[in-house]
């Protein structure tokens, strides 16, 4: 054999290896792309449906010094929630909430067009709604037709009761039944055994008058006297009158300004020396403007833990809530907190805490059944008036334990405790 033909035949051989060798070897893998070794982008959390919530307060008109406090906790908040981006359900889907503020003027035939608006254009989720118990009980027969959740920051509770009839109706205001028994223990602490009971003539004095007279009886003290008022009777003196001539050993009494200040001012200027024992209505410090500081010095009166924030035992469920409620709001609003603001503020919180519970992709009707059963069920939420315990039996969720006894002392509240009776 030639040396061309050795040549060929070891090419031959040489190539028939390589071919065989490399149907035995997988294809080598690609190299990755420049976009395949790119970091993944931080995951944001899924957007759901916005919620509306409808906020109804007298803004304006006679019961602005209980609305315009109650408005400005719900700015607050809109403005916090807007920080925050909404709220996050239990699925991790982030919903925007949107407070649609409205003023009623303090006036039914105000509130319920404007009630009927937000639930029906609008389609809000649940509404806050009733700063007097006058107006809360004329929107009642609304929300429930609709089916609705509303929040009512009024104290009456006829607003919730019977419960039976009032499905979707809830409030944060500590009942007159929450009150009055403070009202009345002062009294027997006091020694005293019969006692005067006024009221002005409306749903929250005759739920007040109400709760006083259970508390009387069931102490043994005997009302000697009852006498009415209208909210803007600036005249009292017949009432104080007949006060004067019975045997009452204090006055007990059911009512909010301006009526409360100006029964101060005259049960002053008449002379009288029984002790007066106001309800939570008085509850702002624009009664001891009205009145006069030297003629609301002494007047005791049961609310919420509000005023006693600061001397509240660390232990206090409410005690930091409280001081941190204060401390935001008078940041927003540039003013001091009032139990008024701290109603709106429950009851905002109320339907915040619901919102919560509710997954995203449920029809608005959905919604609203959802919230009302979430509301409902909220237990051990420390609030502003208490820690609310709510059940299919109780739409307040409160009790007298969440009351303090306070004094108005050099034009100022005193944590008044009983061990300072």
């Given at each position: 054999?030639?040396?061309?033909?050795?040549?060929?035949?070891?090419?031959?051989?040489?190539?028939?290896?390589?071919?065989?060798?490399?149907?035995?070897?997988?294809?080598?893998?690609?190299?990755?792309?420049?976009?395949?070794?790119?970091?993944?982008?931080?995951?944001?959390?899924?957007?759901?449906?916005?919620?509306?919530?409808?906020?109804?307060?007298?803004?304006?008109?006679?019961?602005?010094?209980?609305?315009?406090?109650?408005?400005?906790?719900?700015?607050?908040?809109?403005?916090?929630?807007?920080?925050?981006?909404?709220?996050?359900g239990p699925d991790?889907?982030?919903?925007?909430?949107?407070?649609?503020?409205?003023?009623?003027?303090?006036?039914?035939?105000?509130?319920?067009?404007?009630?009927?608006?937000?639930?029906?254009?609008?389609?809000?989720?649940?509404?806050?709604?009733?700063?007097?118990?006058?107006?809360?009980?004329a929107l009642v027969?609304?929300?429930?037709?609709?089916?609705?959740?509303?929040?009512?920051?009024?104290?009456?509770?006829?607003?919730?009761?019977?419960?039976?009839?009032?499905?979707?109706?809830?409030?944060?205001?500590q009942s007159n039944?929450?009150?009055?028994?403070?009202?009345?223990?002062?009294?027997?602490?006091?020694?005293?055994?019969?006692?005067?009971?006024?009221?002005?003539?409306?749903?929250?004095?005759?739920?007040?008058?109400?709760?006083?007279?259970?508390?009387?009886?069931?102490?043994?003290?005997?009302?000697?006297?009852?006498?009415?008022?209208?909210?803007?009777?600036?005249?009292?003196?017949?009432?104080?009158?007949?006060?004067?001539?019975?045997?009452?050993?204090?006055?007990?009494?059911?009512?909010?300004?301006?009526?409360?200040?100006?029964?101060?001012?005259?049960?002053?200027?008449?002379?009288?020396?029984?002790?007066?024992?106001?309800?939570?209505?008085?509850?702002?410090?624009?009664?001891?403007?009205?009145?006069?500081?030297?003629?609301?010095?002494?007047?005791?009166?049961?609310?919420?833990?509000?005023?006693?924030?600061?001397?509240?035992?660390?232990?206090?469920?409410?005690?930091?809530?409280?001081?941190?409620?204060?401390?935001?709001?008078?940041?927003?609003?540039?003013?001091?907190?009032?139990?008024?603001?701290?109603?709106?503020?429950?009851?905002?919180?109320?339907?915040?805490?619901?919102?919560?519970?509710?997954?995203?992709?449920?029809?608005?009707?959905?919604?609203?059944?959802?919230?009302?059963?979430?509301?409902?069920?909220?237990?051990?939420?420390?609030?502003?008036?208490?820690?609310?315990?709510?059940?299919?039996?109780?739409?307040?969720?409160?009790?007298?334990?969440?009351?303090?006894?306070?004094?108005?002392?050099?034009?100022?509240?005193?944590?008044?405790?009983?061990?300072?009776?």
């Amino acid at each position: 054999m030639s040396g061309r033909s050795r040549s060929a035949l070891l090419l031959a051989i040489v190539l028939a290896v390589a071919t065989a060798l490399t149907g035995c070897v997988a294809p080598a893998t690609p190299a990755p792309s420049p976009t395949a070794e790119a970091v993944a982008p931080e995951e944001k959390p899924a957007e759901g449906t916005p919620y509306k919530v409808g906020f109804l307060a007298a803004i304006t008109g006679g019961a602005a010094f209980l609305g315009e406090p109650e408005r400005n906790a719900a700015v607050m908040i809109q403005k916090q929630l807007d920080a925050q981006g909404g709220i996050v359900g239990p699925d991790g889907v982030r919903h925007r909430v949107q407070l649609l503020i409205h003023d009623t003027e303090g006036k039914g035939d105000v509130a319920i067009p404007v009630a009927k608006k937000i639930i029906s254009d609008d389609g809000v989720v649940a509404s806050v709604a009733g700063t007097t118990s006058g107006v809360s009980m004329a929107l009642v027969p609304v929300f429930q037709e609709a089916e609705v959740v509303m929040v009512s920051m009024a104290s009456s509770s006829a607003i919730v009761e019977p419960v039976s009839e009032r499905k979707w109706i809830f409030k944060t205001a500590q009942s007159n039944k929450h009150t009055a028994p403070w009202q009345v223990r002062y009294a027997k602490a006091k020694g005293y055994t019969k006692v005067a009971n006024f009221y002005v003539h409306d749903a929250y004095g005759e739920d007040g008058a109400s709760a006083i007279r259970e508390a009387a009886k069931a102490e043994g003290i005997e009302i000697v006297l009852e006498e009415t008022f209208n909210a803007g009777d600036a005249d009292m003196t017949a009432q104080l009158t007949k006060l004067k001539a019975s045997d009452a050993q204090a006055l007990l009494v059911t009512a909010i300004t301006p009526a409360a200040p100006v029964l101060t001012k005259q049960f002053r200027e008449m002379g009288l020396e029984i002790p007066l024992i106001h309800n939570h209505g008085i509850g702002m410090k624009p009664f001891i403007t009205l009145a006069g500081v030297e003629n609301a010095e002494g007047v005791v009166f049961p609310m919420g833990k509000l005023v006693a924030a600061d001397q509240l035992p660390d232990g206090d469920p409410q005690k930091q809530v409280l001081q941190q409620f204060i401390r935001d709001y008078e940041a927003s609003a540039g003013g001091p907190a009032s139990t008024f603001a701290g109603h709106g503020w429950d009851a905002v919180m109320l339907i915040l805490k619901g919102l919560e519970k509710l997954p995203d992709g449920l029809s608005l009707e959905e919604q609203r059944t959802r919230l009302r059963d979430e509301i409902e069920n909220l237990k051990g939420f420390a609030g502003t008036g208490g820690v609310f315990n709510l059940s299919p039996e109780d739409h307040v969720g409160l009790s007298p334990d969440d009351v303090v006894m306070v004094r108005i002392t050099n034009g100022e509240w005193e944590y008044f405790p009983p061990e300072k009776w």
